[in-house]
């Protein structure tokens, strides 16, 4: 079981940044596929970014390419969102997960899911 804990959300305005952190505790996942995917308020959960662990090679959903950024930091079990420019469109509850298979951006490739953390962006 690999244990997954978001962290970094909030209320921000337009225009503004944030980054979103997503750890795991006492486990390596240098060898998943590490992704973001949100949520809003009655839509479905959709792909935002994710990051293989063959090569490290980075996907974007098309809405957040140029503004979204995904890294990983193997060492402290940490992957990060970077998120710029956000737009009240982006309003929505992020998690992260992690998947088994190299390239994964379907949720359903994804094995294991955090609990979520809320992205506020007003305009």
């Known amino acids: 079981q690999v244990q997954l804990v978001e962290s970094g959300g909030g209320l921000v305005q337009a225009g503004g940044s944030l980054r979103l952190s997503c750890a795991a505790p006492g486990r390596t996942f240098s060898s998943y596929t590490m992704g973001w995917f949100r949520q809003a308020p009655g839509k479905e959960r959709e792909f935002v970014a994710a990051s293989s662990w063959s090569d490290y090679s980075t996907y974007y959903a098309d809405s957040v390419k140029g503004r979204f950024t995904i890294s990983r930091d193997n060492a402290k079990n940490t992957v990060y969102l970077q998120m710029n420019s956000l737009q009240p469109e982006d309003t929505a509850a992020y998690y992260c997960?992690?998947?088994?298979?190299?390239?994964?951006?379907?949720?359903?490739?994804?094995?294991?899911w955090g609990q979520g953390t809320q992205v506020t962006v007003s305009s």
């Open positions: 997960a992690a998947a088994r298979r190299n390239g994964a951006y379907k949720a359903y490739e994804y094995n294991y």
